[in-house]
């Protein structure tokens, strides 16, 4: 369960809090970057506040009414917060998108929250039956954090999601639980004023160091991650994405060998001696253009890469995303539907447009348990060497519930000799999944409730299984 509105950040998790803030932006009545979560809530209340509510349509100013009601509770400084949840799940998913959901069959969730002039506390703690990865007791959304002028730094546990992507992001998504880190942040994206940066519009950037403390080949290793996003028009949003394992077990760990991540030193036999490879990187870039002449639709992208060739600037073995996004109003329902193709094989080529490499993308040679976390890909959900298809919608009332509706198709592990370290199949398989939720606010808290049927169909011995999903999970506030 997403930890959502506690404290200064907005987690990741909430499609109607994302449709809504996107729909302000897309409109023109907000202007700040969307594309890296956690948002800072400072952020998005200065955005508002400078809202004319003359100039927007109904369906946008249901959606400003919908953030100011919920907003004014983080803004209440000096007093405490409590929060439960509870969710059961009946085979819970196993493919996660941006949408919140229970990652087991049983949780339950509290939370203690305090906000302060500079400080915010968030003290959680989820107990969790039956747990897949053996861990029944997790304080996911744990953190405490200091504002420092326009930052905010914080420890802690939080899940994050890089990139415009729905259905998922190749580089950093809530596929896997948050590892315990440090993180700076920057709380509002106003631009520079200097006419030699200023062509950038609202920018922010975020940087984080997390403790890999799961079981792994290579024990105690970091993931080391940085973003920038900024907006040059208010029609296209532009985000650099980074993130290096290094460090651990028998590995080197001093500055020399963090500044060597830094500047792209770390390709055995390119730029760097095997014994002396210092970490496993992932790059690259993203953007979201809104169509001009008020078209509601808007086109994106994200194009990773799984290494570097002689120098950081040099990128190959791409993995790549596009998508588009299209919204509208069906009376009182305002709706935004999108399509999203993402290919997790990597490909050489300056753009990805030469020969697949199987068994490469979110694997590494040294650290060979790959880009994963406790058993989940930290990229897209469908882990390497796969295609995914998906279409969605999500429709939100003017009362504020909300529905969505996702059919992805997905062909996983496709290429290559059988990969054990795949988190899915070691083999090749393909899915069909048709998933439907529900959200509602009530007196008594917010109730969501989701039903779904999933297919599998092994390549190699033709044999089909079907499943049936189901969730419900409550939260007090």
Known sequence: MSSGWAGPTLAPGDLQLRSDLQLLNDSGATNIPMTAWPMAVGDV?????NIELRSLSDPAKAAYERLKYRLRSEMDTGSFGVRLGLSGAYTPRIIRSFEDTPRDEGEARVELNWLGERFAVNLAATYVAN??????LRPDGTYVGVALGNWMAMAGWQERWWGPGRDGSLILSTNARPMPGITLQRINSHAYKTKWLSWMGPWTFTSFMNLMDDERVVEDGWLFGMRGSFRPTRNLEIGISRTAQWCGDGRPCDLQTFFRVLNGNDNRGANVDPEDEPGNQLGGIDMRWVLPRKIPAALYMQWISEDTRKTGAQLHQW????????????????????????????RLGSLGEGSITPNFAFNHEIFKTGYRYRGRSIGHSADGDSLSYSIGSTLVQSAGHSWNVTLRFMEINRFGQPDLRHSLTPTPKELTDLQLSHQRI?????????????????????????????FIQWSSQ
């Open 45 to 49: 209340h200065a955005a508002l506040s």
């Open 442 to 470: 009530t007196r008594f808290g917010r109730i969501s409730a989701g039903l779904g049927y999933s297919q599998f169909d092994d390549k190699l011995s033709g044999i089909t299984e079907k499943d049936t999903t189901g």
């Open 319 to 346: 993995l790549q995303q596009v998508g588009i996004e299209y919204w509208g109003t069906i009376g009182d329902v305002s709706h935004r539907t999108h399509f999203e193709a993402s290919s997790t094989t990597s």
């Open 131 to 136: 747990p897949l990865d053996e861990d029944g």
